[in-house]
């Protein structure tokens, strides 16, 4: 049986990386940055300009499919999750490390249907990683499978440092009730905290 949503992952994947090379071409700039809830809570014009860049390219491909972007909800947009297909996206995951110009900045974009997470894209720009993972599936770093293993040194505090990522991103999610169990950042954080467990 054909894989409905595949092509959606690849997709995913596609502009995921489309908006990592904003995101890099922006670091060079100065930034306009802005508050939201607190001081600690920042957007950048960037953070727009790439969200409203995956929506719309994804609108182009998939008329009929959902969003609920965080800069959206953020500026007082509903988020109400229903059973269509629906694309969850944090366009600079990192907004605060962005604004400093550390490198530990992501896109993130999930992908749910019927309230359930099906895949999930966690592009690290200043790396050129590409993580991904699919319900059932497994995790994956620019395509090679994430296996537990015993590491040390950088690959350890490396891991460690996406485990965070994917932890905090879940969370945030859950803070803004967005009301879904993110399987898919359980499938691709359980993996990375026996990686870490391991370490």
């Known amino acids: 049986m054909a894989d409905p949503w595949q092509e959606c992952m690849d ?10 090379e904003v995101v890099r071409d922006a670091l060079k700039n100065e930034m306009n940055v802005m508050i939201k809830s607190s001081p600690a809570d920042l957007v950048t014009a960037t953070d727009q300009k790439v969200e409203k860049m995956l929506i719309s390219s994804i609108k182009e491909k998939y008329p009929s499919h959902s969003f609920i972007g965080e800069e959206s909800v953020a500026a007082g947009e509903k988020s109400v999750l229903t059973d269509n297909p629906t694309w969850i996206i944090d366009p600079i995951d990192g907004t605060t490390n962005f604004v400093h110009r550390f490198p530990f900045v992501a896109v993130s974009i999930g992908f749910v249907v019927n309230k359930k997470m099906e895949f999930g894209v966690v592009y ?39 485990t965070c990522a994917l932890w905090q991103l879940g969370l945030r999610m859950h803070i803004m009730k967005w009301g879904f169990t993110a399987g898919i950042w359980q499938e691709l954080a359980s993996l990375l905290l026996k990686l870490v467990e391991y370490s």
């Open 11 to 20: 997709y995913a994947v596609t502009l995921a990386r489309r908006a990592g």
């Open 124 to 162: 690290s720009c200043m790396e050129d990683k590409m993580y991904t993972g699919r319900k059932g599936k497994g995790a994956f770093c620019n395509g090679q499978k994430l296996q537990v293993s015993r590491q040390e040194g950088s690959e350890a505090l490396e891991q460690q440092l996406l």
